[in-house]
Nanobody, 119 residues
Framework: VQLQASGGGLVQAGGSLRLSCVAS????????MGWFRQAPGKEREFVAA????????IYADSVKGRFTISRDNAKNTVYLQMNSLKPEDTAVYFC?????????????WGQGTQVTVSS
């Protein structure tokens, strides 16, 4: 499956962005979908993930209450709504697809979209 993320950009602290990730080449509804991020000089970290049906979601503690993951299986798309953004949210954000709802073990990765939050 191929993944294409978009929606990144430059936003002021306290602002919002919505990332999108469109999947192709596979049966989207079969996959658990996740978002990860990597800041300069840091390791990639888990952000959020959602089950194949959209009925379950998990979040990193650092984004709970601010970020919301959702999916539209009819559009083969997963979203990450990011509110109350902080400068420490600045990173390249990657979408991923896998078979198990968790914080690691994903099989497919998109190319990433840059999110920059200014203070």
């Amino acid at each position: 499956v191929q993944l294409q993320a978009s929606g990144g950009g430059l936003v002021q602290a306290g602002g919002s962005l919505r990332l999108s990730c469109v999947a192709s080449g596979g049966t989207f509804s079969k996959y658990v979908m996740g978002w990860f991020r990597q800041a300069p000089g840091k390791e990639r970290e888990f952000v959020a993930a959602i089950s194949w049906s959209g009925g379950s979601a998990i979040y990193a503690d650092s984004v709970k209450g601010r970020f919301t993951i959702s999916r539209d299986n009819a559009k083969n798309t997963v979203y990450l709504q990011m509110n109350s953004l902080k400068p420490e949210d600045t990173a390249v954000y990657f979408c991923s697809a896998g078979s198990r709802l968790g914080t690691n073990g994903y099989d497919y990765w998109g190319q990433g979209t840059q999110v920059t939050v200014s203070s």
